[in-house]
């Protein structure tokens, strides 16, 4: 999330009211997760086993509970709680604005598109044109939606990421101050929901076909021309490449990437990264050629224990 203007450090630190390290008009430009961080970015650490990804990464900013060496370039920002802060930047920000109208008036929507009854669009959306936008679709603030796009009945654009640090007290949520980016001629089905980005964009490229009741969580990518059929869950900060498709009730975990061309078959549990242009299935998700052998060295189980048993 880049900011509205060039802050400094010392802005900043007002803001949480925190200390820091670093030059009073050091130049901070917007906050980040470690994954998309770029320089001029705060990036967040609040456990010594991270602090080096942190401080090595491309965040010029560090935001961290304990003052330590740090990269020539750079600047700490010095917090008991760098969870509870990062969360005091989104909400100052990109604070909630209560709605209390169907189609905000700061939305703007393209011509020739049709939006039916009882649809939510939320501020500062921007939806193209040719598209349709079916009854009690949601979504949220700051989406921005392209040409010729379908969105079927009950879909929700924008909800809060699945991100929760676990205190004594019960679960604090990270809050999401990214946004849900989708690109032209993207069809989504009935009952979908995809998550905004925690900093960044939860982005679905051109072309993209998903089927109904598809999960896709907070900043993954979809890449170009892919299928996704019905009851797939996609976690946080996944890539999937260009073409890939991917059959019912698929499961993939978070922060790995699917390879181009990838086929992955239904009730597959993907656990890792997988390369592109193979077919994949399973529990854990493997290539057919690997899966069918583990298949056949299985069956061989039986037999193996009872030659076991005759040589007693």
């Given amino acids: 999330m880049k900011f509205p203007r060039e802050y400094s450090l010392k802005e900043i630190a007002e803001i949480i009211q925190t200390d820091y390290v670093g030059s009073d008009d050091f130049p901070i430009l917007g906050m980040n997760e470690i994954h998309v961080v770029e320089p001029g970015d705060i990036v967040f650490v609040d456990h010594p086993k991270y602090y080096d990804k942190a401080l090595q990464s491309a965040a010029t900013i560090v935001l961290i509970n ?38 905000a008036e700061n939305a703007k929507i393209g ?78 089905g009935a009952l979908c929901t995809i998550d905004n980005g925690v900093t960044a964009d939860t982005t679905i490229k051109e072309g993209t076909k998903i089927d109904n009741q598809v999960q896709v969580g907070h900043d993954t990518i979809i890449g170009k021309k892919c299928l996704i059929a019905s009851q797939v869950g996609i976690a946080g900060c996944v890539i999937i490449e260009d073409e890939v498709t991917i059959w019912g009730q698929v499961g993939i975990t978070s922060g790995i990437t699917i390879g ?28 057919f050629r690997s899966k069918y052998k583990e298949i056949a060295s299985i069956k061989m189980i039986p037999e193996i224990l009872e030659k076991l048993k005759n040589k007693k």
């Fill in 260 to 287: 181009k061309k990838a086929v992955i078959s239904a009730k597959a549990g993907v656990s890792k990264s997988l390369e592109g242009g193979k077919s994949y299935f399973g529990v854990p998700a493997d290539d």
């Fill in 66 to 103: 304990k003052e330590v060496e740090y990269p020539e370039g750079k600047a700490l920002l010095i917090s008991d709680d760098p969870f509870r802060d990062f969360n005091k930047l989104t909400n100052h920000f990109q604070p909630f604005k209560p709605s209390n109208v169907a189609i």
């Fill in 111 to 188: 011509e020739g598109t049709v939006i039916q009854p009882n649809c939510f669009v939320g501020n500062n959306v921007t939806i193209g044109k040719n598209c349709v936008i079916h009854s009690n679709v949601s979504i949220y603030d700051n989406a921005i939606i392209g040409d010729n796009v379908i969105i079927h009945a009950g879909t929700v654009l924008g909800a809060s990421a699945f991100y929760y640090k676990n205190r004594p007290e019960g679960f604090d949520q990270l809050k999401s101050g990214g946004r849900v980016v989708i690109e032209n001629n993207v069809d989504i």
